[in-house]
Structure formats: C-alpha cells, structure tokens
C-alpha cells in the first residue's frame, strides 16, 4: 500500500493546468514559469493546502515519489518529479514572502 498523501489540490493543478499544454493554458514557455502562474493565481487557501500536500510529498523517499508521479501523473517524468515538488513548494514560498 502507498504511503503517498492524498493531495487533490496538487492533482487537480498537474491535470488541469500543468500538463503537456501547461504552455497554451499558461502562457508560460516553461514548467517553472507555469507553475509560477498556478501559484500567482492561487488564492491563499489554495497555496496553503498546496504547500501542506508537497510537503507530505516531499517526506516520502525519492523511490515512493517517483512511482507516485508515474501512476498518477504521467505528463510530470518521474526523474523530474522531486525537483517539479521543490520548485513548486519554492514558488509559493516566493509568492508569500511577497
């Protein structure tokens, strides 16, 4: 059984809006620079819940994470996937700091 937390506010940003259109939907020319968007237009309970869900995340070995992200998330590469959590976790960081 996976020890991956449930995480719907992170799901529902990699299915809806960073996915291999993240570019069309964004504007962005790069994940980085999508997942900036995802975090500006956020509200603060949304960031809030997203940074409680990729800091569970992060808690898992690199091993667990990268299965996670290869069954749930296809259009994320497991080989990217603690990197795309880090990024993210410091966009929002950035953003509150703000």
Excluded: H
Excluded at 3 to 15: E, G, S, Y
Excluded at 63 to 88: G, H, N, T
Aim: charged residues 35%; aromatic residues 10%; contains cysteine.
């Amino acid at each position: 059984m996976s020890r991956a937390p449930l995480a719907p506010n992170l799901d529902l940003c990699i299915v809806g809006t960073l996915n291999q259109d993240f570019d069309v939907i964004t504007g962005a020319d790069t994940m980085d620079g999508a997942i900036d968007v995802v975090v500006d237009d956020a509200s603060p309970e949304e960031r809030c819940d997203l940074r409680k869900e990729i800091t569970d995340f992060l808690k898992l070995s690199e091993e667990e994470i990268k299965e996670e992200f290869s069954q749930r998330w296809q259009d994320i590469s497991p080989d990217y996937a603690s990197s795309f959590l880090l990024y993210f976790l410091e966009s929002i960081k950035r953003y509150d700091e703000r």
